[in-house]
Nanobody
Framework: EVQLVESGGGLVQAGGSLRLSCAASGFTFDDHAIGWFRQAPGKEREGVSCISMSDGGTYFADSVKGRFTISSDNAKNTVYLQMNSLKPEDTAVYYC????????????????????RGQGTQVTVST
């Protein structure tokens, strides 16, 4: 059974930090790019950050560059999104997704569909 399980969301004050985790199972991790997406009420879905397990390439949306980092622990089939200097506009449901045989950029720019996605975790940044 394929699973992507997110954790680490919560409520934080502006300027604070959170680390999201995406634990993957049930598919060949190394063949996929893993990405973080977010959607706030009334707004379109946005690709936040992605990482390719095959070549290590990464993607970051302009809105998060310099504040967010993405990393992976291949031994644990887990991808992390470290979010620093959080802003109220970062408030959204964040979910991770996986797409096979693609680049981090293609996934982040949503040029390709993903194969699997998690249920999401709420991130709320207060002023």
């Amino acid at each position: 059974e394929v699973q992507l399980v997110e954790s680490g969301g919560g409520l934080v004050q502006a300027g604070g930090s959170l680390r999201l985790s995406c634990a993957a199972s049930g598919f060949t991790f190394d063949d996929h790019a893993i990405g973080w997406f977010r959607q706030a009420p009334g707004k379109e879905r946005e690709g936040v950050s992605c990482i390719s397990m095959s070549d290590g390439g990464t993607y970051f949306a302009d809105s998060v560059k310099g504040r967010f980092t993405i990393s992976s622990d291949n031994a644990k089939n887990t991808v992390y999104l470290q979010m620093n200097s959080l802003k109220p506009e970062d408030t959204a449901v964040y979910y991770c997704a996986a797409a096979a045989y693609t680049t981090a950029q293609a996934m982040g720019l949503m040029r390709i569909p993903y194969d699997y996605r998690g249920q999401g975790t709420q991130v709320t940044v207060s002023t």
